[in-house]
């Protein structure tokens, strides 16, 4: 049986497919697409009539891929721009009454869990690690070992809510810099306290895109967790966040979707690799999508 998993972000929708044969799961498809779910209206907890178009547009292009691959069943997963906004009936009821459908918005702890299971289809966590993922509307974090999960939570810090936030900067200066990392510090939950770790996994998105920008080439072809040296990281970095827009338009490494918001997640990542004093970091391939698939 072919089942297919939407995961339905902030700033990207994504397409899982895969086959299930014997209990074990083999990928068929997957894909993404940019809908800035969040743009013009997630701080003031609405979804615009554009985004909502484009959400629509993209969940009948993903309902007629998974026609295409005979698909059997569908679960679709809302994460924070739909839980935090008023007007969410609106993109859920039409899924259901046109496409059918059924979105399913979870909570962030729901999220964090599910991203947990997809990282540990590609990590043991034989060491301890944290878990970051770095979304549109929120940032999870998850610090697991070989037992499971020890701490985590779900920070309304998403990579679109500061970058609208904050006037929607081209190029961060040193004040606006500064302003962000307030804006960190006292959204901190409790998980930067309990947590003492020196691992830090990234879960796609945007850190696929920092590796492509080191490595150039593409991250796709990994099926597991690997590491990528701290310097490098750490140089790739301090170069987004400094650079124009331009800049970012004219370095075919970094995806058109993330060309205008990548300074803000870089400054995240910083941020993170600075308070818990990271001495190795790793880029996972998976998450969410895969985590949903995992549970069922």
């Known amino acids: 049986m072919r ?33 800035l779910l969040g743009m013009g209206g997630i701080n003031q907890s609405i979804i615009t009539v554009d985004a909502l178009n484009r959400a629509k547009e993209t969940l009948n292009l993903f309902k007629s891929k998974c026609e295409i691959f005979h698909v ?4 679709a997963i809302g994460t924070s721009a739909l839980r935090s906004s008023k007007n969410n009936y609106e993109l859920v009821d039409y899924a259901k009454d046109i496409l059918d459908i059924d979105i399913n918005i979870i909570d962030g702890f729901k999220e964090a869990e599910y991203i947990y299971r997809g990282v540990k289809w590609g990590y043991d966590f034989f060491q301890p690690a944290i878990v970051m993922d770095i979304g549109g509307g929120s940032t999870e974090f998850i610090f697991a070992d070989k037992k499971g999960i020890n701490e985590m939570t779900s920070l309304d810090i998403g990579v679109s809510r500061i970058f609208q936030l904050f006037n929607e900067p081209e190029q961060c200066t040193q004040d606006i810099i500064k302003l962000i990392y307030k804006f960190l510090n006292d959204k901190k939950s409790t998980f930067f306290t309990k947590v003492d770790a020196d691992i830090l996994i990234g879960s796609s998105g945007s850190f696929e895109t920092i590796y492509e920008m080191i490595y150039m080439k593409s991250f796709t072809e990994y099926s597991s967790s690997i590491e990528i040296p701290l310097e490098k990281v750490k140089l790739t970095l301090d170069w987004i966040i400094t650079s124009t827009l331009k800049q970012r338009l004219d370095n075919n490494w970094i995806v058109d979707f993330r060309k205008r918001m990548l300074p803000i997640a870089a400054l995240k990542i910083l941020w993170v690799i600075n308070h818990f004093s990271i001495k190795k970091i790793m880029i996972s391939p998976f998450s969410l999508k895969e985590g949903v698939l995992m549970t069922n």
């Open 72 to 75: 059997k069943s569908i679960q």
């Open 3 to 35: 089942i297919a998993v939407i995961d339905l972000g902030t700033n990207t929708f994504n397409l899982l497919i895969s086959q299930v044969n014997g209990g074990k799961l083999h990928l068929i498809h997957t894909e993404k697409e940019s809908v």
